[in-house]
């Protein structure tokens, strides 16, 4: 039975829920920018303030004052480090479409990370209680911390210091003046830099206080980043993006939920968490007090100038030419051994994979975080019918595929009501219901041990399936072009550059983003089968956040617009992921690093930087004065 101190747990928890989202919202709300790498913050007040009153001033620990100020350093680290990432990363991806900034944040939090287990070390700090409110008090049959009264008590302070900041202040004003229209602003004389400067720093300070507050209840770890993001996604996307009123509505639902949750199904409190921001976003596609997704984004953040477009029309010379270098470097591969032989076959799975997530992007303008799920019941769907049914390689595949078919068909619906962000949790949320079920279903997946000792493929059959595999990428490459140049393509296109004004002359947008949503999740749903088939195992982890993301880094590093995009991208990813991890210690910081100037340098992806070093060639050649004998008499 729920009990009043599962309440009580639920409203404290809430406290730290709406700290992050709070921050998150006003950086959004200011700069229109979903850092992704909001929890790093987070991680980085906790971790500062451990090892401020743990290792380095200990006594601080045993003195309610002093502790209480290690903890506003703590948020003071936050805030100075979202300083130095407005001034080095986020400024600069002002104005970029939505979906990049959300990838350079992520490449910031892969460099924070790094930056932090090199400062801190890997181990948990265990921070001691917080004096004075280290005992309990006895509510009903049960004992609640004192501390996370204390911690109640809060929230409602730090929602009303951030009223009056807003309503009240100068400051908070114009805050909220650039939320509503920053041109307008800067066109009567307010200089815009300052107050996204301002609110970033209010934000990440949020975050480092937040992760200093939960200190005294659990210790500061470096996966504290990723445990904290995806429910303070869920807090900003259900209470509605830039509103903070709804953040923290959002906020107190969710923790009640999470406490709930905790409670009666313990094994299952994500999926909850997910499934009630889902209920709302059916409702309510803006989450509760949120405006239209078409009031801050345009085709889900990843329309570009018509003129960025051509890549996935390159001229019919180029085409053979590239395919034919394609399958020489696949040979190669093959002939290098056991290890560039495996390394090549994850590359080309992933570059199916990515290509099907490429589709919707590109195409229709569709933003999926959740991707990883339909490659998740293509490998679980080929993996069951093998050990189950004893199916051969291109039956298991056809029911991976049809796994894939069935739930995008369910889910589609909700596709053509939502876009932007609010799509990408909604598919997120599937994922990790998908996620959760293969965690949990033991009798029918295994759990966490997985399925393991598949022979979909025997040693004999290995050149054969890499063969397939090769071929495979070429034809979705060339599906992929066909598609862009033909009328389903044109009028995808169209819904996703202007969908009233499709609408309006005939065209169905809604079924057109059905019908390639389903499509994509086909492709991907093959890729997973093909995935089991080469690892002769699968696991929970496919359906992952982490996977999604593997999917949105090839798309993006490569080129959305780019028909060849996921296919660089996915042998950059693949290569970097397996020579860097054995040679060097800090990868994935590095990975970062190279994410965040891609996205600023070139936002197009690596092809993209190619057509732009081209063509600034071509202007330089143009400006260049002529040389001696070059003249006309």
């Not at 924070?112 to 509510?139: C, K, N, Y």
């Not at 480092?208 to 770890?221: M, S």
């Not at 996604?233 to 009640?256: D, E, H, K, R």
């Not at 693949?574 to 965040?596: D, K, P």
Request: hydrophobic share 55%.
């Amino acid at each position: 039975m729920f009990s009043p101190i599962q309440l009580l747990g639920g409203l404290s928890y809430a406290t730290t829920l709406f700290l992050m989202a709070a921050g998150l919202t006003l950086i959004f709300g200011v700069t229109r920018i979903v850092n992704f790498a909001h929890g790093s913050f987070f991680m980085l007040g906790a971790l500062f303030t451990a090892h401020w009153v743990t290792n380095w001033f200990p006594a601080w620990g045993e003195s309610a004052p002093l502790y209480l100020f290690a903890m506003l350093l703590g948020a003071a680290c936050g805030g100075l480090a979202g300083a130095i990432a407005e001034f080095t990363l986020l400024r600069r991806m002002a104005g970029a479409p939505g979906l990049y900034q959300l990838v350079a944040t992520f490449g910031l939090s892969l460099a924070l990370h790094d930056a932090m287990q090199w400062g801190f070390g890997p181990e948990e700090v265990f921070a001691p209680r917080f004096p004075g409110l280290g005992g309990s008090v006895r509510i009903g049959d049960g004992y609640f911390p004192q501390y996370q009264l204390a911690m109640i008590v809060l929230g409602p302070l730090v929602w009303l210091g951030l009223h009056l900041l807003l309503r009240r202040s100068l400051f908070g004003q114009r805050l909220r003046a650039a939320t509503q229209d920053r041109a307008m602003l800067a066109a009567l004389g307010v200089n815009p830099g300052p107050l996204m400067l301002g609110a970033v720093v209010l934000g990440c300070a949020l975050a480092g206080l937040g992760g200093a507050l939960v200190l005294p209840r659990e210790p500061a770890n470096l996966q504290m980043a990723t445990n904290v993001i995806v429910e303070t996604f869920v807090v900003v996307v259900t209470g509605g993006l830039g509103s903070i009123g709804g953040a923290s509505f959002a906020a107190l639902l969710i923790g009640l939920v999470h406490a709930v949750g905790t409670e009666l199904f313990p094994q299952a409190t994500l999926v909850i968490v997910f499934l009630t921001m889902a209920v709302v976003l059916v409702v309510r596609p803006q989450g509760i007090n949120g405006v239209l997704a078409a009031a801050h984004e345009t085709g889900g953040g990843v329309r570009e100038a018509a003129q960025k477009f051509r890549g996935l029309h390159p001229g019919r010379f180029w085409m053979p030419v590239i395919a034919a270098a394609f399958v020489l470097l696949s040979g190669l591969a093959w002939a290098g051994g056991p290890y560039w032989q495996a390394l090549a076959a994850d590359a080309l799975i992933l570059m199916i994979f990515g290509i099907s997530l490429q589709a919707i992007m590109a195409l229709g303008g569709l933003v999926s975080f959740g991707h990883a799920v339909f490659f998740a019941l293509g490998g679980y769907g080929a993996a069951l019918s093998h050990s189950r049914w004893g199916a051969s390689l291109p039956l298991a595949l056809a029911v991976g595929c049809a796994a894939a078919l069935a739930v995008a068909a369910v889910f589609g619906a909700a596709v053509v009501r939502s876009a932007g962000v609010y799509l990408a949790m909604l598919s997120l949320a599937l994922a990790q219901v998908v996620w959760a079920g293969a965690s949990q279903w033991v009798g029918l997946t295994g759990g966490d041990n997985g399925l393991i000792g598949l022979t979909l493929v025997s040693d004999d059959g290995r050149p054969l399936f890499y063969a397939l595999l090769v071929a495979l990428v070429l034809v979705a490459v060339m599906a992929l072009r066909r598609l862009g140049r033909s009328v389903l393509g044109a009028a995808l296109q169209a819904g996703r550059d202007a969908p009233l004004r499709a609408a309006a002359s005939g065209l169905p947008v809604g079924w057109l983003k059905y019908r390639i949503f389903v499509e994509s999740a086909v492709l991907a749903g093959l890729a997973g089968g093909l995935f089991a088939a080469h690892k002769g195992a699968v696991f929970p982890s496919l359906a992952s956040v982490s996977t999604s993301v593997d999917a949105l880094l090839v798309v993006l590093l490569g080129g959305v617009h780019q028909l060849w995009g996921a296919v660089a991208g996915g042998l950059l990813l693949s290569y970097a992921s397996a020579e860097l991890g054995r040679e060097v210690t800090y990868w994935r910081g590095l990975l970062g690093v190279f994410i965040m100037l891609i996205m600023v340098a070139a936002p197009s992806g690596l092809l993209g930087l190619g057509d732009l070093l081209a063509g600034i060639g071509r202007r330089w050649m143009r400006a260049a004065p002529p040389g001696p004998g070059t003249g006309t008499g």
